[in-house]
């Protein structure tokens, strides 16, 4: 091992907010909460959140993850994940006589509702976002004929649309703020009468973690971002952080995926978490680098959150009695 160059000073400045969203925590207990009160399993579709963590202690306590919904046998109960499915998925599972619980995040629902909202009125609907993201297959799902996904600004010149005077951009909730105006204005560019959906489809959450990285990428040699790497907003934090002028900036699972030659020069180390992290994963990054001289830790607040959204109104009836009754054939109604 080489000598390392020690900085004088060592801190870290832990970014807030951070970590769990109110859609998060609330899909994450809605999982709890249905195998408490039905018992196990409980089948859910897709990943609840982009979280190995935590999709490993849900499957512990007896959480099925599958793929599709047709991998959930007859007469069980199937949890739709945190960024939403198409209606055809709901038909699937009417089908495959399942009860659901729809965890599907209430900002992801009102972009669906949006999307069938002004494919009902004709537009031509520009859906920024990741081409393959969950969030993205399910919001297109509501208006296929309708919908054209736009992946960043450099996707723009790629777009066509059978009437200019007759379009509206809508967007995936995870994404970079400062990416999404660029790729909108991109857009505005082509089409000058291009209309904005009522209020910003970015969730708040992701805006205020974007916004924390930014005040602290700007003082940090190094900024670790926890999260699974296919949790968009997560993935969002690190270019944030890199755009915002921090030198270095990596993103991991937990403590055990840092290389300690990150710290070489180090003098300010940046930490944060995306929306689907639980704080568990970030008290183990905090503790590592304090083993490592970094035991000074300043907060830095960009915002408070204080929303809350109820648990799926599912949770409230009796779901395996539904289930039978409708593989029985009989109606579950009442």
Not at 2 to 7: D, H
Not at 12 to 34: F, K, S, T
Not at 122 to 147: F, K, M, N, Q
Not at 259 to 264: G, H, N, Q, R, V
């Amino acid at each position: 091992m080489g000598t390392m160059t020690t900085p004088t000073s060592r801190r870290v400045l832990l970014a807030a907010p951070r970590g769990y969203c109110a859609g998060v925590d609330r899909a994450v207990i809605a999982v709890e909460q249905a195998l408490q009160q039905y018992g196990a399993p409980v089948y859910v579709r897709h990943e609840i959140v982009h979280n190995k963590y935590v999709v490993k202690t849900l499957e512990k306590k007896g959480a099925i993850f599958v793929d599709e919904t047709e991998e959930v046998p007859p007469g069980n109960i199937v949890i739709f994940s945190a960024h939403g499915v198409a209606p055809t998925v709901h038909d699937e599972a009417k089908r495959g006589k399942l009860a659901t619980i729809d965890a599907t995040c209430p900002l992801v629902t009102k972009v669906h509702k949006e999307a069938v909202r002004y494919a009902k009125e004709d537009y031509d609907i520009l859906l920024i976002g990741h081409e393959g993201h969950e969030e993205v297959i399910g919001t297109s799902g509501e208006a296929p004929d309708h919908i054209t996904l736009v992946d960043g600004p450099e996707d723009v010149q790629n777009v066509e649309v059978r009437d200019p005077d007759k379009v509206v951009w809508l967007s995936q909730t995870t994404l970079s703020v400062d990416e999404t105006m660029e790729t909108v204005d991109a857009l505005k560019g082509r089409y000058p009468n291009l209309l904005s959906p009522p209020s910003d489809d970015i969730c708040y959450a992701t805006q205020n973690r974007q916004t924390a990285v930014k005040q602290m990428g700007a003082q940090a040699d190094l900024v670790i971002v926890v999260g699974s790497k296919n949790s968009s907003n997560s993935v969002r934090l690190v270019e944030v952080a890199l755009g915002a002028g921090a030198k270095d900036a990596h993103l991991v699972d937990g403590a055990e995926e840092i290389d300690e030659a990150w710290l070489e020069g180090v003098g300010t180390v940046g930490v944060t978490s995306g929306a689907s992290v639980p704080e568990v994963l970030v008290e183990g990054v905090l503790e590592w680098l304090a083993q490592r001289g970094y035991e000074d830790v300043e907060t830095v607040t960009s915002a408070t959150e204080s929303i809350h959204f109820s648990l799926p109104k599912e949770l409230r009836r009796d779901l395996r009695a539904e289930a039978k009754a409708a593989t029985d054939g009989e109606s579950a109604a009442e």
